[in-house]
């Protein structure tokens, strides 16, 4: 296969990085190169700054009408459709992601991602207030201004729609970073919003690496807002920079253990199902995965022994072959980091049930593997591992399990498996976490917000409520004496 490369996207123009280099990006199923990227750095962040602010002062991406705006977007998400074939292709090669994955959810949700807020451009609105006095009291709901998007790997181009549509609806003019793993579809995307039509400098594209490109964004003072989407880690030092700059108002989506329960009076099958997709669609690289998995002990025996048969049966291989269920992990630092956590689990004293190692013998598979742990304290029941391990734990009753759920410094989302509608609501109630699934796991849609509570982040991203990351509200007060 021909090796690819990639540039630069600054001011509707392709550019090389001003120091000339580029860095070697892998197929992760195969180890073999894909090919090389242009690399940013804090010179070409400082030119692609500049292009998005003079595209937002005086360009007429914020003075067009709303509804110009909207279709522009709308635009870009037929460009999508029309090469979804080839960008779903291009992610699976670039990330490990199975193809049924690319094509199933990460394309379709792209697209209605884009839908969603080419609908909603138009429908961004302020407010008349009842002040007392005889005054006229308005709200202008106005765009934050330069935005910069730092985005992850494991769902390359689906977190790019959700930065990019929201921030695009409002009138913000963007600078986004990709992960270095995975530009390609996001330069590709580049490609595809020049066709749209989009005007000169709105979008900027810099593939680079975290501590170079991504820190220089987070440190600029002519950004006004950053929104991140990655590690705890890393969301601590981004907010830490915001603060050092120029106090640029930051969103974060960050890393999280979600606790999944099943209650004995569940459909068990269902439970297992879900659970499955819960924790190894996308290899568990997936900041909601399901990693905790409390089961009544009533039912553990049994639940456990059917989980590990559905887990040894998933199909991993070939990213590209359709029966494939499970990829590759996208990097050799993830692989290695998840072989060590899975070794760390052993040592203290969980039994490995199924999978428990790595799968072929070239490119960075691992099997679906399922814990069974004789205590919440292991480390593997604490800390993230972004990989296809699921920690099973057995709870007594609702007082146990509350405490224990929410027993973790994350709190991006949940499952919980029932029939009792009850007592499942209660529980959604009851748990700290931004998204709650009753009987399903791994649902999205535009139109429902997605952020964590705790250290999971904050800021409410797809929704109306991701508006409120990209405006500001202004307050207007008119004297009608
Ligand atoms: P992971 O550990 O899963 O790779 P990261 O949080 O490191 O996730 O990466 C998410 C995104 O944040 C990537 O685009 C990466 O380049 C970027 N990033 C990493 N480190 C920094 C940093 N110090 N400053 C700004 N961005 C960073």
Redesign the pocket.
């Known amino acids: 296969m021909a090796l690819r490369t990639g540039k630069l996207l600054i001011n509707n123009e392709w550019y090389e990085a001003q120091s000339g280099k580029y860095f070697d990006v892998i197929n992760p199923a195969t180890e073999e190169k894909l090919g090389s990227v242009a690399e940013a750095d804090a010179a070409d962040v400082n030119a692609a700054v500049k292009a998005a602010r003079r595209a937002f002062e005086e360009g007429p991406w914020k003075t067009m009408s709303a509804r110009e705006r909207g279709r522009i977007l709308h635009r870009i998400a037929m460009l999508i459709d029309k090469h979804k074939e080839e960008l779903a292709e291009l992610e699976t090669l670039n990330n490990g992601k199975p193809i049924n994955e690319t094509l199933g959810a990460d394309l379709p949700l792209t697209i209605e991602c884009f839908e969603y807020y080419a609908g909603l451009a138009d429908k961004i609105h302020g407010e008349t207030i009842p002040v007392n006095g005889n005054f006229l009291n308005y709200t202008l709901r106005e765009p934050a201004g330069v935005v910069a998007q ?4 494991n769902f390359p181009l689906l977190m790019a729609a959700w930065k990019l549509g929201p921030a695009l609806a409002t009138g913000c003019t963007v600078v986004l ?5 995975t530009p390609f579809t996001a330069l590709r995307l580049g490609e595809l919003l020049l066709e749209a039509g989009l005007p000169q400098g709105v979008v900027n594209i810099l593939p680079g ?3 170079t490109a ?2 220089a ?2 440190m600029h003072p002519d950004v006004d807002k950053v929104a ?4 705890t ?3 601590k ?2 907010m830490g ?1 915001a603060a050092k700059s120029n106090l640029k108002r930051v969103s974060l989506e960050l890393g999280g253990k979600a606790p999944n329960v099943v209650f004995a009076d569940a459909d068990l099958d269902a439970a297992v199902a879900g659970t499955l997709r819960g924790i190894f669609f996308n290899q568990g690289e997936v900041c909601c995965a399901g990693s905790r998995l409390f089961v009544e002990e009533s039912v553990r025996d049994s639940f456990l022994e059917k989980l590990k048969k559905e887990a040894e049966s998933l199909v991993v291989g070939d990213p590209l072959d359709r029966k494939t269920q499970m990829g590759a992990q996208v990097s050799d630092e ?1 692989f290695q980091k998840i072989l060590g956590y899975i070794e760390k689990g052993k040592a203290e004293g969980a039994k490995v049930l199924a999978g428990g190692e790595r799968a072929r013998d070239k490119g960075y598979f691992i099997k679906p593997t399922v814990f069974d742990c004789p205590s919440d304290d292991l480390t593997i029941i604490k800390e993230e591992i ?1 990989g296809p391990v699921v920690s099973a734990l057995s709870f007594k009753d609702m007082d146990d399990l509350k405490a224990r759920a929410n027993k973790t410094i994350y709190g991006l989302s949940a499952g919980v498996w029932s029939r009792d509608i009850g007592k499942a609501h209660r529980l959604a109630r009851d748990i700290k976490a931004g998204t709650v699934w009753v009987n399903c796991y791994n649902c999205f849609d535009a139109a429902s917000p997605f952020g964590g509570y705790k250290q999971s982040g904050f800021g409410r991203e797809l929704g109306e409520y991701a508006l409120e990351l990209y405006t500001q509200v202004k307050s207007v007060w008119v004297s009608l004496d």
């Open positions: 730092i985005i992850p790997w970073k990709p992960a270095e793993q690496f975290g501590p991504g820190a964004l987070a991140f989407t990655g590690s880690e890393v969301g030092l981004i920079m993830q972004f």
